[in-house]
Nanobody, 124 residues
Framework: QLQLVESGGGLVQAGGSLRLSCAAS????????MGWFRQTPGKERACVAA????????YNANSVKGRFTNSKDNAKNTVYLQMNSLRPEDTAVYYC?????????????????WGQGTQVTVSS
């Protein structure tokens, strides 16, 4: 069974950078499309980035385009979310998740394996 563990969250000033990691075990991430989601209190989880099994196709939400980059290292069985030019509105709990659909999807309900989440706080 696939298990996911996020790391790399923390407190950063606006304009700063963080890199989130999602380490997988039990299965290989090359078998999954991987997504990054974020959630704030009272709101549903929203996809900010997704990447295909091979890493050849990526998606970034409009709100993070040009600032966030998602990547996958199948050899390390890890996916990453590089977050630059962070803004206070990026503050959220960030989750990685795995999906076995044919192509990456933005729908959180399609993802059936989730990490525990990591808090990202951006101060103004």
């Amino acid at each position: 069974q696939l298990q996911l563990v996020e790391s790399g969250g923390g407190l950063v000033q606006a304009g700063g950078s963080l890199r989130l990691s999602c380490a997988a075990s039990g299965r290989t991430v090359s078998s999954y499309n991987m997504g990054w989601f974020r959630q704030t209190p009272g709101k549903e989880r929203a996809c900010v980035a997704a990447i295909s099994r091979t890493g050849g196709s990526t998606y970034n939400a409009n709100s993070v385009k040009g600032r966030f980059t998602n990547s996958k290292d199948n050899a390390k069985n890890t996916v990453y979310l590089q977050m630059n030019s962070l803004r206070p509105e990026d503050t959220a709990v960030y989750y990685c998740a795995a999906d076995q659909s044919t192509t990456p999807t933005l729908d959180p309900h399609a993802y059936n394996s989730w990490g525990q989440g990591t808090q990202v706080t951006v101060s103004s």
